[in-house]
């Protein structure tokens, strides 16, 4: 294994760390994984929920929100129709409570037993015979466009809400809600379908709010050398709709004959201190001008008492501006105002201060289990998520860490990954995505212990039918890849069953690296699932066969389809074909990217802070890897509970002794190193509980004596 560590510019680094206020060795980190825009750097070092996009930003977002309360006042039936999977559910629960909380007549549905992906037509003529008018699709609906059509001309009108890859033609509904459509006005595509479900939740919960819908216009003149600068902006649901900037000099235009006049017409002007802005509009225009203004400052100081009684201008809440630190251009005053109206208000709406967050434990949930990429706004809400969910009032889910015994203990990232995740997916890959449901929105204290049992044996179910295929179908693979060009797996097995068939792809892309193809036939359909890696795009692969299929959709690294029986042998001819073409990705040499070299000072307990600025991990933000020179092995045990194939290492670091676990390792053990060895150890830093005592520990990704590491210190060609 090759460990590579690039070079960076210790300007860039010192610069970094003067300018936002923190140590060298995050600010290089930051560099060193090419963080260092502002935007960038933002999301790592704030978690707050203003830092978020506003949920406004969807052009279509205010006509969903109309659409709801609409069905709220008229008392329609809503349907909520969801997915199978931990993002699919997450995204029912949060929505079906939400409006039942506002008040209104509503259901979910999820695809049950073998049912296809996504709203199907028996679920609308269903919905419809029932007096149905209002159908949500969350974590799906963009593909169906047959099924929304139907609906409309049974009387029931569709609010999209999905975050998966768009069709050329869009279904016709009220609103769509989804960061991958384009022109859709939201700025970051990578959502999970909970975090663009939790969008539409913080809008619904901010049009309860006075401030909905309502123009908000704010003002600020500043003085300069012989002239005065005005300048004005208009909010709407707290994104910016219009600006006016204009420069004048005392006495020389009437108010009327300035844009400024048109810009303030008919509008409440809110400024920051009124009087001396009184004062200088007097100047500008005149001693009988009168402009009405309403003073922000009594206000804003009584949220924000901090700013009570230090005369601070606009000037200099500038430089102390959070929001300003990130941006690339120096904020002018009205910029200021403008964030400190927005900071203002939600502050003061309980619903976006209070109620919002409260929401974000299954935001959390889904977008881990959906794989999303935890930069950007996801990484505030998954952090904020998992503080939710560490004193979580949702029963349901305190029952569930109850059963995975984790109740009490600090959840993270790998516990959801490995042991919520699972449970709740099995749910649905079993065909009883209900249940999950039922416990997630449940309060009955007797049914919740029930339902997280059920929950349990399924997952435990899941794990046997895995491992029984798994052993059946790994014989198989070499020849398979070898008939599908060595590009591709492709397995199809009538035993298969259709809700493993994600877990079995991954699991043969993982082990082959190579793209997995994995087919389950039921009832006359194949239904499939394909993972892989980039530069594959599942998507466009399967667009290559779309008039085989019933439906088809994804992501850019996971997929699903159905066919008729009678068309997966031409199928199956037509990938034979399409492996041939693959251009076979280079294989390299294993390498471990080092995030920072520690001396021997830096290894103490403090670390800590340093590893767990960048949580949350996962997808597109692995947890950092350190190297630390020097190390002393003070011991060695072999440890495994099957086997006995793993170490346990006590190693001498700095001035402290650091417990370590080094996996798989004991082959090594006596023959790469030894006790008493100096080695040069890359590994990860984490905290490990065990018997109520939590305590420090390393996870050896390798380790080498000084004379045996292959350290690569250049970026790698593009």
Not at 382 to 394: A, D, E, M, Y
Not at 667 to 674: A, I, S
Request: glycine content about 6%.
């Amino acid at each position: 294994m090759v460990w590579q560590k690039y070079p960076i510019e210790s300007d860039t680094v010192r610069k970094i760390s003067e300018e936002f206020g923190i140590d060298l060795l995050l600010a290089s980190i930051l560099v060193r994984r090419n963080l260092h825009r502002r935007e960038d750097i933002k999301f790592i070092l704030e978690d707050d929920l203003l830092f978020t996009h506003n949920a406004f930003l969807f052009v279509e977002m205010e006509d969903a929100v109309d659409r709801i309360h609409q069905a709220l006042e008229e008392g329609e039936k809503i349907l909520i129709f969801g997915d199978r999977d931990v993002d699919g559910i997450t995204s029912t629960v949060l929505l079906t409570q939400t409006i039942r909380d506002l008040g209104g007549d509503v259901r979910w549905q999820v695809p049950m037993g073998d049912d296809p992906y996504g709203l199907n037509m028996e679920s609308v003529e269903r919905f419809a015979a029932d007096d149905g008018s209002l159908i949500i699709t969350v974590d799906c609906g963009i593909s169906n466009k047959q099924e929304i059509e139907r609906a409309l001309e049974l009387g029931i009108e569709t609010l999209v809400v999905d975050h998966h890859n768009p069709p050329e033609e869009l279904p016709p509904a009220v609103a769509i809600i989804n960061p991958k459509v384009e022109d859709c006005g939201y700025p970051f595509r990578d959502l999970a379908g909970c975090g663009v479900a939790s969008k539409l939740v913080w809008a619904l919960l901010f049009s309860r709010s006075p401030f909905y819908n309502q123009s908000v216009c704010l003002l600020n003149v500043r003085p300069g050398n012989d002239s005065y600068f005005i300048e004005a902006v208009k909010l709407v649901n707290l994104v910016e709709t219009d600006r006016v900037v204009e420069t004048l000099n005392p006495g020389m235009v009437g108010l009327a004959d300035t844009r400024l006049y048109r810009f303030l017409e008919g509008e409440e002007i809110l400024v920051y201190d009124a009087g001396p802005q009184e004062k200088m509009l007097r100047k500008i225009f005149g001693p009988d001008t009168l402009i009405a203004l309403i003073d922000l400052k009594p206000e804003i100081e009584q949220v924000f008492p901090a700013l009570r009684g230090r005369g601070s201008s606009l000037l200099a809440l500038r430089e102390k501006s959070r929001i300003g630190k990130y941006e690339n251009s120096r904020l002018e005053e009205i910029d200021v105002l403008a964030n400190l109206f927005r900071s203002f208000v939600h502050r003061k709406v309980p619903a976006l201060n209070e109620d919002f967050p409260r929401c974000l434990d299954l935001v959390a949930l889904g977008t881990l289990a959906d794989l999303m990429p935890l930069v950007d706004e996801n990484r505030i809400l998954v952090r904020q998520g998992l503080k939710v969910l560490n004193s979580t009032g949702r029963k349901g889910l305190r029952e569930l860490l109850f059963q995975k015994n984790l109740l009490g203990k600090r959840i993270g990232t790998t516990d959801i990954a490995w042991q919520l995740s699972p449970s709740i997916n099995a749910t649905g890959r079993l065909g009883r995505p209900d249940t999950a449901v039922n416990l997630l929105l449940s309060d009955d204290d007797a049914q919740l212990k029930e339902l997280a049992e059920e929950v349990d044996a399924l997952n435990r179910e899941r794990k046997k039918l895995g491992e029984t295929v798994w052993s059946r179908i790994l014989p198989k693979t070499r020849k398979n890849l070898d008939e599908m060009s060595g590009n591709m797996v492709f397995i199809s097995d009538s035993s298969i069953h259709r809700g493993i068939t994600g877990i079995i792809a991954s699991r043969l892309s993982n082990t082959m690296k190579v793209p997995a193809v994995v087919v389950a036939h039921f009832d006359g359909k194949a239904v499939g699932s394909v993972r892989c890696d980039p530069p594959f795009n599942v998507r466009s692969f399967l667009s290559n066969f779309e008039d085989l299929f019933f439906d088809y959709g994804g992501h850019d690294c996971a997929g699903g389809f159905s066919m008729p029986e009678e068309h997966f042998e031409n199928f199956t001819h037509r990938v034979r074909t399409f492996a041939k073409g693959i251009e076979p990705v280079e294989t390299v040499e294993e390498r471990l990217s080092i995030d920072a070299e520690l001396p021997p000072a830096y290894m103490k307990p403090e670390l800590i802070t340093v590893q767990e600025s960048f949580e949350p991990y996962g997808e597109a933000n692995p947890p950092l890897v350190f190297l630390a020179r020097g190390m002393k092995i003070l011991q060695a045990d072999l440890m495994g509970k099957k086997e006995v194939v793993h170490l346990k290492l006590l190693l001498e670091g700095g001035v402290h002794k650091w417990p370590a676990v080094y996996w798989n390792a004991a082959p090594r053990l006596g023959r790469d190193f030894q006790i008493g060895d100096t080695v040069d150890v890359a590994f990860r830093l984490g905290r490990n509980y065990f018997n109520n005592t939590e305590t420090l520990q390393l996870t050896v990704l390798d380790l080498h004596r000084p004379e045996d590491v292959h350290l690569v210190e250049e970026r790698p060609a593009e």
